[in-house]
């Protein structure tokens, strides 16, 4: 009798922080990935840089705003 396991295992993450930066965790310093993994893993580096874009965007529009509206000003 055999006891067969498949374990999945995180090797790298791709987060956007409160700084608007993309943060890339990985397992070792030194990676190497198969063509999908590195597909996949570059998918997640361009949807967290669009996402960082975004937030920032929007977190400048929003002190335009708030700074025209002080200054007496429309907003942009």
Request: net charge negative.
């Amino acid at each position: 009798m055999a006891i067969e396991v498949t374990e999945t295992f995180e090797v790298a993450r791709v987060e956007v922080g409160d700084d608007y930066r993309v943060h890339l965790w990985q397992a070792r310093k030194a990676s190497s990935y198969t063509v999908t993994q590195a597909m996949t893993l570059a998918r997640e580096l361009v949807a967290a840089a669009d996402e960082a874009d975004r937030l920032l965007a929007d977190h400048l529009r929003d002190m335009a705003a708030r700074t025209a509206s002080e200054a007496g000003g429309a907003p942009l």
